[in-house]
């Protein structure tokens, strides 16, 4: 990892330019395509900012990418998408603008699929990239292009060259050298989407670590991953609060985490649901009777609230998706709307639980403000935020640390299934920062004496204090 900007290096370097900054604004940070954060002729400020943001580690809070052996087995198997070419960058989030640009889905099936040569697929997507090239996600493409195969974009003369790079960078250890080298990320934590509640196939390292995820034991109880996680039928109430105290027994020492995006699928109102009420609707569920909606959540409420205790017992901050949900033509805002004030409840009845509010809660991001500025056991994670919308996220971190305390933010996760693309989202959060920071300092609501403290505290302090990574390391042995 690279050497940090101390504070009397950082002081002395801006010293008196801070006065020759004020005037002049740092627009030249956003375009410049061979600096990760800010060129160094902006302003002096913005120049040396720029290079205090560029050489700290991120501590990168939020992936999805799948075992490194999974990328190594599935190269040649025709069977598998994306196929490891140029597509793969345009398979997670980039395709939810192309889709509502106007690419059909078939389309779409042939961009990641293996039967079109790169050329063929390049005049498939070009008209729909061209359409939406300007939004965070599509940036995030050119910023990842650029960290990793010297590009300045995907173009048709150079996407079979692009293509045979991302193939062959696909060997043993090509997580740890697009992390740790190309992104500059000291340790990045996983959430797992392909396993019932916690990874085994690989074990946490200084690299990555991984959630424990409560969907299929709580929020969206399924019958098998209770099965599998008790090795025996479960009929009861009593026999799934058992089943779940025995994952977080088995999983809660190794794990750094606890993750619930049930967001997408309900409301964050978790009501007190009585053990006497639950248990008669749970030998129904585990009969397959059908259950109301409002029965359903009942038994949900009372399971995630179990799986609260449990974490709380075992110091596991518990992340939940709010805001902005992926994917097309399927987010309901109504829903999205009260995701705060729905979770306000759980944070004043759970006051020893941490709560990791995510994704900055877009567009509802002045609600979390307040929430964080009003509640102690509430903190603010920027994953994904910043390839949402990069000038949101922007204005967000600015007006969050003029709001409140600024150890109750993460400003980073990739929230990325193929790694390929968080060198690109990593560039993206720190040009972020750097404008951030630049302008607090220049409008003078920040001292530039504060400026490394602070750099270091929000990127990556805050999530060794929070997150206990040597516990977790501890019980791999």
């Known amino acids: 990892m690279r050497d940090s900007v101390n504070r009397r290096k950082f002081i002395g370097a801006t010293g008196s330019a801070l006065g020759v900054g004020l005037g002049m604004g740092v627009s030249g940070c956003v375009t410049n395509p061979e600096y990760t954060s800010c ?9 040396t900012i720029g290079a205090l943001v560029n050489q700290t580690p991120l501590m990168d809070t939020h992936e999805h990418l799948p075992p490194e052996a999974e990328r190594l087995e599935n190269v040649n198997k025709n069977n598998k998408t994306p196929a490891p070419d140029f597509g793969t960058l345009m398979n997670h989030y980039t395709d939810s603008d192309l889709r509502v640009a106007g690419m059909s889905g078939e389309d779409y099936n042939k961009l990641i699929g293996r039967k079109l040569a790169p050329k063929e697929k390049w005049n498939l997507v070009a008209p729909w990239y061209e359409r939406c090239r300007h939004t ?142 639950a248990a008669p609707l749970f030998e129904r569920f585990a009969r397959e009777e059908k259950l109301t909606p409002e029965e359903t959540k009942a038994l949900q409420d009372n399971l995630f609230r179990h799986c609260l205790r449990r974490a709380t017992e075992y110091k596991l901050p518990v992340k939940l998706h709010t805001g902005y949900a992926a994917g097309n033509n399927s987010m309901n805002l109504a829903r999205v709307r009260d995701n705060l004030c729905d979770v306000s409840r759980l944070t004043r009845e759970f006051p020893d639980t941490t709560f990791v509010l995510m994704h900055i809660a877009y567009p509802y991001q002045h609600e979390l403000i307040a929430l964080c500025k009003q509640y102690s056991n509430v903190y603010a994670d920027m994953c994904w935020g910043w390839i949402i919308d990069p000038a949101s996220a922007t204005r967000f971190l600015k007006e969050f640390l003029m709001a409140a305390p600024a150890c109750k933010l993460f400003t980073f996760g990739g929230d990325y299934i193929p790694v390929e693309m968080v060198p690109g989202h990593a560039r993206i959060a720190r040009r972020g920062i750097t404008l951030a920071i630049t302008q607090l300092v220049q409008e003078g609501w920040l001292a530039e004496s504060d400026v490394p403290a602070l750099v270091e505290r929000i990127m990556r302090g805050n999530a060794k204090e929070v997150f206990d990574l040597e516990r977790v390391l501890r019980a791999q042995s």
Request: hydrophobic share 35%.
């Open 136 to 277: 965070g996600y599509q940036l995030c493409v050119r910023e990842s292009v650029r960290a990793l195969y010297g590009e300045e974009d995907i173009r048709e003369d150079n996407c079979e060259a692009i293509s045979d790079r991302l193939r062959d960078d696909i060997k043993p250890g090509f997580y740890r050298h697009i992390l740790r080298d190309v992104a500059n990320i000291e340790h990045a934590q996983v959430n797992c989407l392909n396993i019932p509640v916690f990874r085994e196939s690989e074990p946490a390292s200084d690299l990555l670590s991984y959630d424990l995820w409560t969907i299929g034991i709580a929020t969206n109880v399924n019958r098998k991953t209770l099965r599998a996680c008790a090795g025996a039928e479960v009929a009861t109430l009593k026999q799934a609060h058992a089943t779940i105290d025995r994952v977080f027994e088995r999983y809660g020492p190794k794990a750094i985490a606890v993750k619930d995006q049930c967001a997408y699928h309900r409301r964050l109102d978790f009501e007190d649901v009585s053990d006497e009420r």
């Open 39 to 47: 060129p160094a002729d902006a302003t002096p400020v913005a120049g």
